[in-house]
């Protein structure tokens, strides 16, 4: 009898302690989940902040700038006056853009020469020279591209050539229309991938032997498609084309491809890439 009556007094403190465990864990939840909110609420309320200081007059910004500041504001204007022969027109729009950066980091404590790591002269020269950030092309823009530029090369090269071959000879070559589209893809796909691949960082590429090994499967199998697709029994679904409707066709290639670069600005990857090497070496 007393070993039942230990054993339940036992069972009611350890249910106890559970409850007194469960009641310690949910206050911590609690405390941690005031903590987060409050973390929350102070990053929404600094971002609000921010916004308002964007959205402030710049005359106003001018009024708030910390002596420290104020002296780093001035010596710049006066660098963009003197050493890169800015009118007092461009000084104070240039100027009136980074006032909103300085005083958010002004409020936490940055002056602006912690915040830009640059002298005066030095922050000057790169408002006068702005860097031209690099577009993010997107790659299926580039595949679409590279397309179009094999549409128009391959349905040119082709229209003409059968244009001065003899009928036999025309008969012979002529070339699909499935075929030309899925080779002018295939082929729009391979390049925009080089192009990607060739401009990373050694570090971060695929090894050449694993792309020159893809490079080949892929010539190999457009190819094999260009032979298949030639054959009699697959005419009646890929129709050959008249070396007229290649070259009108290489023509609308051409044009279309030329507005889109415009439209979405197109810029091949390898070009750009060589243009910033360029433009860092001017510098130095």
């Given at each position: ?37 409050a973390k929350l609420k102070k990053k929404a309320q600094q971002a609000d902040h921010e916004e308002d200081i964007k959205n402030t007059d ?47 980091a002004q409020h936490k404590g940055i002056p602006a020469s912690t915040l830009y790591q640059m002298s005066p002269s030095q922050k000057a ?160």
């Open positions: 009898m007393d070993s039942k009556k230990e054993q339940e007094n036992e069972n009611l403190q350890n249910a106890a302690k559970d409850e007194k465990s469960q009641e310690t864990q949910n206050s911590k939840n609690q405390v941690a989940s005031a903590s987060q909110q710049p005359k106003e910004l001018r009024s708030k700038l910390s002596n420290k500041n104020s002296d780093y504001v001035f010596r710049l204007e006066k660098f963009l006056l003197d050493n890169e022969n800015f009118s007092m027109n461009q000084v104070e729009p240039a100027i009136d853009n980074i006032l909103p950066e300085i005083i958010i020269h790169e408002l006068a020279h702005p860097k031209a950030k690099p577009v993010k092309q997107n790659f299926w823009l580039q595949v679409l591209d590279s397309s179009l530029f094999y549409l128009a090369l391959f349905g040119g090269l082709y229209g003409i050539v059968e244009l001065f071959s003899g009928p036999k000879a025309q008969k012979q070559g002529q070339l699909g229309i499935i075929t030309l589209i899925v080779l002018v893809f295939g082929l729009g796909i391979l390049m925009a991938y080089y192009n990607n691949w060739i401009i990373k960082p050694k570090s971060d590429r695929q090894p050449t032997w694993k792309i020159v090994l893809g490079g080949i499967g892929a010539v190999i199998l457009m190819f094999v498609w260009v032979t298949a697709t030639s054959l009699k029994p697959v005419a009646a679904i890929n129709p050959p084309l008249n070396p007229w409707v290649l070259i009108v066709i290489a023509a609308i290639a051409f044009a279309v491809r030329y507005y889109l670069k415009k439209r979405y600005h197109i810029v091949d990857p390898v070009r750009q890439a060589r243009m910033e090497q360029a433009r860092q070496r001017d510098e130095k």
